[in-house]
């Protein structure tokens, strides 16, 4: 981005880089084309226009235009962020098609061979993408980039000898245009579609966290994509009495990712709110969800990990099931670390499944960190996990602070961890303190 610092060598670069413009439109327009390259110069920068109130672009210098058509097209990123973004996005797609690669490249080939098939596959990748009308658009802009620049003569009525060259490159420039175009329409539905099904996820989401008596609560969640398979809550559950009045706590993961991953959370939302109204114990209510789990499962592909509790304030009990779900850690007061690892298979695998539940007390100055995989098998660049040893020493370093404090912390020592590299999986993390 510009600053006050190099007003004047952007001043300079732009006197020169507008008559190198000119000239390359002007051999672009042909006839005429120093005229016309000036006004499509003039048009290209009047493309940033001031907000309302400010001077109209024909009135401000050209220099400023610039700025403002640069601000534009970068929405104010700097050029370290700018190419952070392109290193995060080309990453995501290389994993995207290397995958279609991998799958097709058999083994024993010649180191030659291998690179020549790893060629043709990664272009079938690529290619297959696209819908048949499209792939016809590609072809034959690449065969147009092929064919080299040609000419012909021939001869007038009064027997003059013309010559007409032409060169396809420009054509094939525009048909990559027009295949541009359309991809970008596509993605921008899928873009908008995708966030109205985010908004309607976070809907789904507990908002500010609720006033417990004992307990201070902090969350958050973290897509890998648009929209996330994990899922979190805490919300009451009323009893015959006063005295039996709980709290639930949930938190999920959906096994993939994306869209799916996404329908499927909604799912077991809907039937951990209706079926938590029935008046039974934890583990019933775990089979009951079990149950429903298995009728949208696919079989047992679609499974779930949940860990589910129910907390009495009066008692400052917790009871719990830990179906298959990454054991939570209660770090007591004196440092002591309790793994929270009773209950039994994820959600969504055996229609029959029976389900045990524990039962733990929280003392004043107890955490429990409730988590999903994606937290602790985060990834740095050189592929090491964020790992339990790191959520330990965090939550040991900030145990004195609130549960939001932390959670923040945490979070930030994560995005540290990975830097730039792209996510695989979901990243949600529960925080209670007991006061």
């Known amino acids: 981005m510009f600053t006050a610092e190099n007003t004047k060598i952007a001043g300079t670069w732009i006197s020169l880089s507008r008559s190198g413009l000119n000239l390359l439109?002007?051999?672009?327009?042909?006839?005429?084309?120093?005229?016309?390259?000036?006004?499509?110069?003039?048009?290209?920068?009047?493309?940033?226009?001031?907000?309302?109130?400010?001077?109209?672009?024909?009135?401000?210098?050209?220099?400023?235009?610039l700025q403002q058509f640069w601000r534009r097209v970068t929405e104010g990123l700097e050029v370290s962020q700018l190419w952070s973004q392109f290193e995060s996005?080309?990453?995501?797609?290389?994993?995207?098609?290397?995958?279609d690669v991998a799958a097709n490249t058999p083994e024993g080939l010649t180191d030659r061979g291998r690179r020549l098939h790893v060629v043709k596959e990664f272009f079938w990748a690529v290619f297959e993408k696209l819908s048949p009308a499209r792939r016809v658009l590609l072809?034959?802009?690449?065969i147009l980039l092929v064919i080299p620049h040609g000419a012909f003569e021939y001869t007038g009525?009064?027997?003059?000898?013309?010559?007409?060259?032409?060169?396809?490159?420009?054509?094939?420039?525009?048909?990559?245009?027009?295949?541009?175009?359309?991809?970008?329409?596509?993605?921008?539905?899928?873009?908008?579609?995708?966030?109205?099904?985010?908004e309607i996820q976070t809907w789904l989401l507990p908002g500010v966290p609720?006033?417990?008596?004992?307990?201070?609560?902090?969350?958050?969640?973290?897509?890998?994509?648009?929209?996330?398979?994990?899922y979190y809550d805490v919300f009451p559950r009323p009893g015959k009495t006063n005295e039996e009045n709980r709290v639930v706590l949930?938190?999920?993961?959906?096994?993939?990712?994306?869209?799916?991953?996404?329908?499927?959370?909604?799912?077991f939302q809907a039937s951990l709110?209706?079926?938590?109204?029935?008046?039974?114990?934890?583990?019933?209510?775990?089979?009951?969800?079990?149950?429903?789990?298995?009728?949208?499962?696919?079989?047992?592909?679609?499974?779930?990990?949940?860990?589910?509790?129910?907390?009495?304030?009066?008692?400052?009990?917790?009871?719990?099931?830990?179906?298959?779900?990454?054991?939570?850690?209660?770090?007591?007061?004196?440092?002591?670390?309790?793994?929270?690892?009773?209950?039994?298979?994820p959600f969504g695998i055996l229609p029959d499944a029976k389900y045990e539940s524990a039962n733990v007390t929280l003392a004043p100055g107890d955490w429990l960190i409730i988590f999903?995989?994606?937290?602790?098998?985060?990834?740095n660049a050189r592929q090491d996990e964020y790992g339990e040893a790191r959520l330990l020493a965090a939550i040991d370093a900030n145990r004195s602070v609130e549960p939001s404090e932390m959670l923040k912390r945490l979070m930030a020592e994560v995005d540290l961890f990975v830097g730039n590299t792209p996510q695989h999986d979901d990243v949600t993390c529960l925080l209670l303190k007991s006061e």
């Open 157 to 198: 009525e009064t027997g003059k000898v013309y010559a007409v060259e032409f060169d396809l490159h420009f054509w094939a420039a525009l048909v990559l245009l027009l295949l541009l175009m359309l991809e970008i329409a596509d993605r921008v539905v899928m873009k908008r579609d995708l966030q109205i099904a985010r």
């Open 372 to 379: 999903t995989d994606g937290l602790v098998e985060a990834e």
């Open 139 to 142: 072809l034959l802009a690449l």
């Open 25 to 65: 439109l002007g051999d672009l327009c042909g006839v005429g084309g120093g005229r016309q390259s000036s006004i499509i110069v003039q048009t290209l920068m009047a493309t940033a226009s001031p907000p309302t109130g400010q001077p109209s672009a024909q009135h401000l210098p050209f220099g400023m235009r």
């Open 273 to 345: 709110k209706t079926l938590s109204t029935a008046q039974v114990a934890l583990p019933e209510l775990a089979s009951n969800m079990n149950r429903y789990a298995c009728t949208n499962s696919q079989g047992g592909l679609r499974f779930t990990t949940a860990f589910l509790a129910e907390y009495d304030p009066v008692q400052r009990t917790l009871d719990y099931i830990n179906a298959g779900h990454n054991n939570p850690i209660l770090r007591r007061a004196s440092g002591l670390i309790e793994r929270l690892d009773i209950g039994g298979l």
């Open 250 to 267: 949930a938190v999920a993961d959906v096994a993939g990712k994306s869209i799916p991953a996404a329908m499927l959370m909604a799912t």
């Open 89 to 99: 996005e080309a990453r995501a797609s290389y994993r995207l098609y290397s995958k």
């Open 210 to 230: 609720p006033q417990i008596p004992g307990l201070a609560i902090a969350y958050a969640t973290r897509p890998a994509n648009t929209v996330a398979g994990d």
